[in-house]
């Protein structure tokens, strides 16, 4: 989430510029992710707030998943 600190100096903008609670994007800081479903979201917040952010930039900006492995699998 630090390439977003440049248009959202604090969680507390990020979380009333996207209407989620403050929790919500504390708990995305803690993964260090942002879903990805709310990539539109960011790119509109982003322009309300004059900043240009493109779907491009979030996606090279995240991290890879990682595969959850089966227990038990054959």
């Given at each position: 989430m630090?390439?977003?600190a440049?248009?959202w ?35 509109r917040?982003a ?5 240009a ?9 995240r991290?890879?998943?990682?595969c959850?492995t ?5």
């Amino acid at each position: 989430m630090d390439h977003l600190a440049h248009i959202w100096p604090t969680m507390a903008e990020l979380a009333v510029d996207l209407g989620v609670p403050y929790s919500t994007v504390a708990a995305w800081k803690q993964r260090g992710r942002i879903p990805a479903e709310r990539d539109a979201d960011l790119v509109r917040a982003a322009a309300a707030r004059g900043a240009a952010l493109s779907f491009e930039e979030l996606i090279k900006a995240r991290p890879p998943r990682r595969c959850a492995t089966k227990r038990g699998a054959a």
